[in-house]
């Protein structure tokens, strides 16, 4: 057997070829297949970026109309998932939600689990596509108690997400150009970002050929942690608790560069990224346009920014490369567009889901081997078993 080198967090080790997703951290640049990601979040809708993500080419107006088309016509789910919505308790985390969820459908579509071909990958694609939107709005629907229903067919597939999630009762939807355009944006921002931790893990799951509902379902657990996509909730629960507190931002610097104190400031520094994030560039222009627009004046927003003024000349953060994360901005936007903070996370879902998809499809179509990593051991030498009654 060869030398096996350890890398924790898998630092320096690259686990695949790919040809999705360009990202150089010390340039601050991400491509979408040779697309800067300033050109797309301003041209693009997040259905062409999809497209784009998943078969490599951005599509005809042909293809893009039947890929749409094909995803609308799967944009139901069976009623007995109600039921399965309905058992979860009002205060159930939205990802532990969403993830069962998506596990669940694996039981309501059992074709879609085994793929042998381009076109058995192709149905589950759009399956999937059309049926997290709706499950997404369920989660949070079922959060505040409103009737659990369908959305339009008739609109974009970024509007339509928006009319099922907020819809009332009655009827009554008033659709906002500057919301949608927002969110598009945020969802192309989150697309894709090469191999971080909710990616290989769905890259890893599907592996061993288990389905793709049941690889997205292991991708959105992953997701859910805090030094990940769950950084969107925290911070946004890092900003109340600092103006609970009477809004003390260098209390909180000083607590986040103590080495004794576990605390970190959310949404700050990133793995990859050690100049700056370029989603976070674009996304901290759309957070002024929409609170601007929506006339929305918030005291959290005044700490963020107090927050980042303080970091960006903080000898520690400076040292450090650390500088504000994608994270950082998308809960203002999230909550300016009144989504409750603990559905953040499920937003990046459904913005990480074309990535998981085209991720989980070059996985599949490169015919790459089961994900098994090997150990270095450092447990007990052999030894000889003990009966109960002597030890
Ligand atoms: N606040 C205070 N100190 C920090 C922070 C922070 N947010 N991030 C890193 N550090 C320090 C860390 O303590 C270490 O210091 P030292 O060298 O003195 O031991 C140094 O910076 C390097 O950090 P690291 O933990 O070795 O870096 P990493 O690449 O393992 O972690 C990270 C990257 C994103 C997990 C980390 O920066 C972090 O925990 N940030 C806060 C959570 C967050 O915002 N996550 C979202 C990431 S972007 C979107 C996504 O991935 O979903």
């Known amino acids: ?8 967090g898998f630092k320096n080790t690259g686990s695949c070829e790919s040809s999705i997703t360009f990202l150089d951290g010390e340039k601050g640049i991400l491509r979408y297949r040779g697309y800067s990601i300033e050109e797309l979040a301003e ?37 007995d998932v109600k039921k399965i919505v309905d058992a979860f308790p009002k205060t159930a985390h939205p990802m532990g939600v969403i993830s069962s969820l998506t596990s669940a459908l694996t039981a309501f579509n059992p074709t879609s689990v085994n793929v042998n071909s381009e076109a058995d990958m192709y149905r589950a694609i759009v399956k999937i596509m059309g049926k997290f939107p709706v499950l997404v709005a369920w989660t949070y629907r079922k959060k505040l108690g409103l009737p659990l229903d369908y959305g339009d067919d008739s609109l974009g597939y970024v509007e339509n997400i928006l009319k099922m999630m907020f819809r009332q009762p009655n009827g009554n939807y008033i659709q906002n150009r500057i919301l949608v355009d927002a969110l598009d944006k945020l969802l192309i921002l989150h697309a894709d970002h090469e191999q971080n931790c909710s990616t290989s893990t769905v890259r890893i799951v599907g592996s061993s050929h288990a389905g793709l509902f049941a690889s997205l379902s292991a991708g959105i657990s992953a997701l859910w942690g805090p030094l990940h996509g769950g950084a969107n909730q925290a911070v946004l629960e890092m900003l ?16 986040a560069k103590d080495k004794e104190d576990p605390f970190r400031l959310m949404g700050f520094g990133h793995r990859v990224y050690k100049n700056f994030d370029p989603r976070a560039k674009i996304i901290k222009k759309a957070a002024d346009e929409v609170l601007g627009n929506l006339g929305i004046e918030d005291p959290i927003l005044d700490i963020a920014k107090g927050l980042e003024k303080e970091a960006l000349e903080d000898p520690y953060f400076v040292d450090r490369k650390l500088y504000p994360n994608v994270d950082f901005y998308s809960g203002i936007i999230y909550r300016g567009m009144g989504i409750p903070t603990d559905m953040f996370t499920v937003m990046f879902a459904l913005g990480r889901l074309p990535g998981w998809i085209a991720q989980w499809r070059e996985m599949r179509l490169n015919k790459e081997p089961i994900g098994r990593p090997r150990q270095v051991y450092t447990g007990a030498k052999l030894r000889s078993f003990v009966p109960l009654e002597n030890r």
């Open 1 to 8: 057997e060869g030398v096996i080198t350890i890398d924790p």
């Open 43 to 79: 041209k693009a809708d997040f259905l062409e970026v999809a497209y784009l993500l998943i078969f490599g080419e951005l599509p005809t107006k042909e293809q893009n109309d039947k890929f749409h088309n094909d995803i609308k016509a799967q944009a139901v789910v069976d009623e």
């Open 240 to 255: 109340e608790a600092i103006k609970e507190d009477g809004g003390d931002t260098k209390k909180y610097m000083t607590k």
